[in-house]
């Protein structure tokens, strides 16, 4: 009987802002849809006498069963009342019925789920055993037994349904809460004396004030769905006419009369739907508000590549080594709802050479991650490679399929991420993560492989190389899972390793240690390093050869050494003066918008 | 909606019997259904009956009778028996005979039936059923409440005897009061699920699934194979209208109860043909004729104008499809005090109802309290409900638990009902159930000194009082009867049965596949 | 692991006596006359008092719940008021075709929800949309339309399947698929519709993690990132919804077995609390609760299984 009513639990973390979010339902479709189903019911409720001019209980013996006529606009039921004014006046009793359980359920749950949320410990254990209770409890045994005490009354069924589905709520509310109680606003808050219960009503409510009234739509789509159920196996209010009892009525005529069956199932179908639609749109629109803006900048769906050209620095090598990857006017964007592109990456040209390392470095939204990415063939969802080239190898790699680059990923281009500890899949060990694409680019054995990922394991500087093997994400430090990561880049011996801020998410002390560990291995295997960074220490540590990237160009390039040695850009002459004013300025770098970007807006 | 109208079905017509008077029950329709075999006679010799009720007990003792009585037929024989159209003919017993004070019965039994264990059935074996089965917990337990004794006189001759005489024994012989179970099975821990008796069949008790579908296997053995007609009798259990009407638009069924009876013409069209019989009144009671709870109805007028109140044709079409008769009364056609002209006693006359009222004081109206149930159908209620309305009676209906309707109803605690009751056969059992002051449906026991005296005059075999009886309980409206309702049995094709006088469900030995 | 499951079955039991509590108590309350109910209108008060006196209802609720649960903890759950079948049989019986029909459910919704899920969320566009809409309407609209919808078209009409009835495995390998297909399709639209919206939501959440892009830049094969890695991290919330599921869809079954004549533990429930067979109540609550409490511990120690900081914590 009851339906899974925790749909939206996963929301209550993800509510950000929700500045007018009643006005983007009505621009939703399906919100609007909804919202206009549901008003309609309600109007239908509220304005019930003036629908019709029939008294919803006159049951004329002589005219049951009736079809459609002027008199009876929908016929009339087995004790020959007039369906339509029934309709109508169920409308009323049966939203207010389910209004009234959902109302319980909502005060009953919101209540305790904000205390045992709040304020934990005991409270919460036993709210968490009495939801328990009740979930393990046959509702029906509880509705029917509970229906000879007190009678049948609409309200009582719907009142103690309430009691039941409050745990709908609670578990919602207690999530949030949870949540949010250690959020840096409420402990501000806490910390300059503002009393618990202000606190929950201005910070913590607000928070889980949008997944209950979505829970609540579906809260009230069961309760209806109940009263139907009800009405099924006879056990509706008699005394008032109800979408439940209509139901009732209908299907013990079904075969004599099949439109009576019409009349209620499609009401009921509708006001589900119409709940389950609204609920439905106000959770897109919630997820779409927490996604942060995708990019500063935003341009007509024209592609836009123009801008002052970078200033080039002359190579100093007398013999420059063969080009492995050359990008030319790359622009990337993404595509918006309204048909616009907003574009990230604004017509960027850079190569590299065969066992170089170029560093690309800017600030934090300056597209030099979306660069990397699209090199990569790997853009976030939405996003895609608006115009230029970039060949590797010969090879041109825009409009590859997925097929056709992940031959071109491992194998030849391999990446190093940011951030180690969301790198790696939290359900697999380390070793079946390092072992897998071996296997597949590679062609080698499980054995050969496992071998091979040791060797690796060991040669990145993992002390107990068989015990990492074995281990899941979890268990290991953030320094050990880049390790992990630099091994799981070069175990198929690839041209190219893409390093996207590889030292960004590590403490101080492992920096320096990954940074040897990189320059180590790419001295080594002669490999080609694409280094995406802000950090012009690292630059100055790693790269031979520089671009600089601001709002999406490439604002300066040449070897590192004539760079440092004469910037010509002033964004890049600004780039040098905060080092030499903050030189550890990394920290609230560190957490770019733009990073949010390429996890997608997950939290 | 399954539930509702099987609680008044299960338990009516148990008793009632038109044997006494020696009169062909009901008003049966032609029983016998043409043509091409399907279903239960063609597959291996297996009948499936549509019951809407399951075994309460399967121990002879305990034995319920009615709805019940097809899975009671299979496994036990009984005593007596009853042919279709009433008369009483040997079974396990061959001959009885009354003492000539009627305080004794003296039957002789057959010597050569044998229980399904092997235990050998003799007249100390009957006699030991007759007195379980005064003691158990059958409903039907009163009906052997006159037996003050029974013994055995020798190896196959049993002896009755009355504490005061009761002309209906010999057709309660016919009914589970005669099942007889072997003595074996008395004590064992589930005599009220395995049956062991000397029936035709024999509980499967690995394929029956108590509550939905009983399994019974031919008894190799039985004494008398004419009665066997399949290999296998299934009763499967239906519980709601709409399952039983899939299940015989389905053709899952050979011969099925119709829980109700607007869905006759959707099995009919299915090809089923019908059998059917009337054994119950549906109507009103107007029980608190001493207005202990409600004064109005202590005035013969406002009862007067209730039954003037009632457009019956109409009714019986919403409430039945039109599937029985309309009637002012609650005795049998069976009966010698049926009148045919009494049922002309109360036309439809809503203006009549309100001078009535208006005779009485009640020109404003007045309120009467009844009880609504799950048990009973909602649009009834509501079509009672505006046919007094329409003259000024309000009724205001008070919800029951269907587990509480009939004890809350005969504890007295509405004075006035909508029900479904029997129409026993002979006017003293009628009365005795229904009228006496200390009948179980005259529930505010109102005592009226004509009705005590007329049915004192019954008990003494006065068949005049009958209809003098039922003549002043019309004129006093103490009930008002609406119809008399078909009771019917849909048969597939294929199968015949043949209506049983004074029970709903037809006895299973004429249930037959046709050829 | 082992001290995880005993503390679990420790607190089921405390949660079995709660329950069972309770619901003795409300159906004491609930009460009404028992006896004449089991034995009509037709016997008399004489017998209906006898009745009475032999199911000892004349005892005061405490004496009587004591009793009760003496007997239930040794095993003895009494025989049914109304047809003196031993409880635990007919629970047992009943249990075994809810059962059937629920684990027929949930695995196929899990299949069924898995594809479609997984479909909506690489596909998204006019396939995701779709999904979204079916999902809705399947959710929204009422099983028992669905059931006799199936039930016309399927059985009466097309005569593919049997309209009512249930036929045992033993019985019938063949007629037990028949007896059961169209009320699991009836029972599995909803459940595929919930469970289909989770699978599609969790997809979409794990395809956003860093490690799929860190996975498809090692280059390993799209469908090993999705069916492999993708789907086992998305799978936690789709157990956790389908664990519900399975718990709803023990009531839920009721109506679709009512329309289907399935011997199943809904219409008993209905029927015995709406007569007050107390037997047969309490088994049905006793039954219901332990299944619970193993349904959901079964799903938590599989959440386990996906989840290895949860297991190895």
Known sequence: ?603 | MFSKKRALITTAAAVSVAALAGCSGGSSSDPTTSGASEGGSESGGTVTLGVIAQVTSFAAANANWANESPMMQAVYDSLLRMEPDGTISPNLATAWEWSEDRMTLTLDLRDDVTFTDGTAFDADVAAQNILRFRDGTSPNASNLGRVADATAVDEDTVEITMSEPDPALEVYLTQNAGLQESPAAFDTADVDTVPIGSGPYTLNVGETVAGTTYVFDKNPDYWNPEDQHYDRVVANVYTDSTAMLNAVQGGQVDVASVIDLTQLDQMTASGYGTVTNQLDWVGLILADRGGVLNEALADVKVRQAIAYAFDRDAILQAFSAGYGTTTGQIFPTTSSSFDEALDGTYPYDPEKAKSLLAEAGYADGLEITMPSTAALNQSWLTLIQQQLADVGITVVYEDVAPANFISDMVAGKWPATLMILQQDPSDYQLASFQIAADSTFNFLHYEDPTVEELIGEIQLGDEAAGAELNQYIVDQAWFVPFYRTDNTKVVAEGTTAEAQTGNTWPYLWTIKPVG | MVQFTLRRLGAGVVLLFAITTIAYLLLYLSGGDIARQILGQTATEETVAKKAEELGLNEPLIPRYVNWLSDALHGDFGRSWFSSQPVAETITSRLSVTLTLVVGTVLISAIVSIALGVWAARKRGWVDRLIQVLSILGFAIPSFLIAILLVNVFALNLGWFQPTGYIRWSASPAGWLESVTLPIIALSIGAVAAVAQQVRGSVIDAQRQDWVRTLRSRGVRENKVIYKHVLRNAGGPALAVLALQFVGLLGGTLIVEQIFAIPGIGPLTIQSTTQGDIPIVMGVVVATGVVVVVVNLVFDLLQGFLNPKVRLS
Request: proline fraction near 5%; charged fraction near 20%.
């Open chain 1, 1 to 603: 009987m009851s339906q899974s009513a925790d749909v939206t639990l996963e929301v209550a973390e993800n509510v950000g802002r929700r500045s007018h979010l009643a006005r983007r339902m009505l621009k939703n479709p399906t919100g609007l849809f909804a919202i206009i189903v549901i008003a309609l019911l309600i109007l239908m409720a509220a304005f019930a006498p003036l629908l019709t001019s029939q008294d919803p209980d006159y049951a004329d013996i002589r005219n049951i069963l009736a079809s459609p006529s002027a008199e009876h606009l929908l016929g009339t039921d087995s004790a020959g009342r007039d369906v339509w004014a029934r309709l109508v006046f169920a409308t009323r009793y049966s939203l207010l019925g389910a209004a009234l359980a959902t109302f319980l359920a909502a005060i009953i749950g919101v209540t305790s789920g904000l205390i045992a949320g709040y304020y934990g410990r005991w409270f919460e254990s036993v709210s968490a055993w009495l939801t328990s209770l009740v979930m393990a409890l046959p509702g029906l045994v509880v509705l029917l037994a509970a229906r000879a005490v007190i009678g049948p009354t609409l309200w009582g069924a719907m009142a103690i349904f309430g009691v039941l589905l409050a745990p709908a709520f609670y578990r919602l509310t207690q999530a949030a809460v949870m949540g949010v109680r250690n959020e840096l606003y409420v402990d501000a808050a806490r910390v300059a004396g503002v009393k618990d219960p202000s606190i929950i009503g201005r910070h913590i409510l607000t928070v889980v004030r949008a997944p209950v009234i979505i829970q609540a739509a579906i809260v009230t789509l069961i309760a209806i769905a109940i009263q139907a159920g009800l009405g099924f196996i006879g056990m509706s209010d008699p005394t008032i006419p109800t979408w439940g009892g209509m139901l009732n009525d209908a299907f013990t005529k079904m075969y004599q009369q099949p439109l009576l069956l019409v009349w209620p199932a499609s009401i009921i179908a509708l006001a589900s739907v119409a709940f389950a639609l609204f609920a439905n749109a106000l959770r897109d629109e919630l997820e779409r508000s927490a996604k942060p803006k995708k990019a500063k900048s935003k341009t007509k769906a024209a592609v836009n590549a123009e801008g002052a050209p970078a200033e080039v620095h002359a190579e100093t090598e007398a013999a420059p080594r063969d080009l492995l990857l050359e990008v030319d006017g790359l622009v990337v964007g993404y595509d918006q709802p309204d048909g616009s592109l907003t574009q990230v990456v604004n017509g960027v040209s850079l190569t590299v050479r065969k066992g170089e390392v170029h560093g690309l470095i800017g600030e934090s939204g300056s597209g030099k991650t979306q660069t990397a990415f699209s090199i990569l063939g790997l853009l976030p969802e939405g996003g895609r490679v608006a115009a230029g080239s970039i060949v590797f190898d010969g090879d041109e790699l825009t409009g590859k399929s997925v097929k056709q680059m992940r031959k071109i990923q491992g194998k030849r281009i391999s990446y190093v991420p940011q951030e180690p500890m969301s790198n790696l899949d939290p359900s697999f060990t380390i070793g079946s993560q390092l072992v897998e694409p071996m296997r597949e680019t590679l062609g080698i054995s499980g054995k050969e492989a496992k071998a091979r990922a040791l060797d690796l394991l060991a040669k990145v500087g993992l002390p107990d190389p068989e015990k990492t093997f074995r281990s899941y994400p979890h268990q290991v430090s953030g320094g050990q899972a880049q390790r992990v990561l630099i091994a799981g880049a070069i175990s198929c011996e690839p041209d190219l390793i893409i390093a996207d801020e590889p030292t960004t998410a590590l403490d101080v002390t492992v920096q320096a240690d990954i940074l040897d560990l990189l320059r180590g291995l790419q001295q080594e295997l002669g490999v080609a390093v694409l280094l995406v960074t802000h950090n012009f220490g690292v630059v100055a540590d790693l790269c031979d050869r520089v671009s600089v990237m601001q709002k999406g160009r490439i604002v300066e390039t040449g070897p590192a050494r004539s760079i440092f040695a004469g910037p010509r850009h002033a964004y890049t002459q600004s780039l040098f003066d905060a080092i030499l004013e903050d030189g550890a300025a990394r920290g609230s770098l560190s957490h770019s918008s733009d990073r949010h970007v390429n996890a997608g807006g997950a939290k």
